[in-house]
């Protein structure tokens, strides 16, 4: 039997199909935690507003439109929680410590590896907001222009000029001596 669209299951899930709207949320919830976790930079926070898009959502569900995709949906839901929330903080979250690297490299070059890695977080985190979300949904969403300007509700020029200026100040930042 094949699998249930995303459709289907919106359909399900607005006549009270509880089961239908949980399918939805395993589908999802480890792109929404991402989409959470890259522009937060903080587990706990992440997890926090991944699981408040759900409940977005779900009390949205009436108003999705069904010839929409509900992937790029719910993650512009959650990318908009998230800004909000930096906006509502007015800091930028701490870094996490980066999980270790592949143990059958050598020890060296897992440091490296590691280091490397802390430094672009280190520089992700510390763009602007609305900086960070285009790179997130540009390199790690892999969503085209037009598609990121769609989510976001700005115009293709300003999705151009965000990645533009966010990849130049990411530049700096990582080949600027320690």
């Not at 151009?160 to 990411?170: V, Y």
Request: aromatic share 8%; hydrophobic share 35%; with cysteine.
């Amino acid at each position: 039997m094949t699998a249930p669209t995303d459709r289907d299951l919106i359909v399900r899930a607005r006549r009270g199909d509880g089961d239908a709207f949980s399918e939805l949320v395993t589908r999802y919830q480890t792109n929404v935690f991402n989409v959470c976790y890259r522009i937060l930079h903080e587990r706990g926070e992440a997890e926090d507003l991944a699981q408040e898009t759900f409940m977005r959502a779900y009390h949205r569900l009436e108003q999705f439109d069904l010839e929409r995709e509900f992937g790029p949906w719910v993650r512009r839901v959650a990318a908009n929680l998230c800004l909000n929330h930096l906006e509502s903080q007015k800091v930028n979250a701490p870094l996490d410590e980066e999980r270790d690297a592949d143990e059958s490299q050598r020890p060296e070059k897992q440091v490296e590896v590691r280091e490397r890695s802390e430094q672009i977080r280190g520089a992700l985190a510390s763009l602007p907001a609305h900086y960070r979300v285009v790179v997130e949904l540009r390199h790690y969403q892999e969503l085209s222009y037009d598609e990121i300007a769609s989510e976001l509700k700005i115009p293709l020029s300003d999705v151009k000029s965000h990645l533009f200026r966010a990849r130049k100040l990411l530049a700096e930042k990582l080949h600027a001596p320690d």
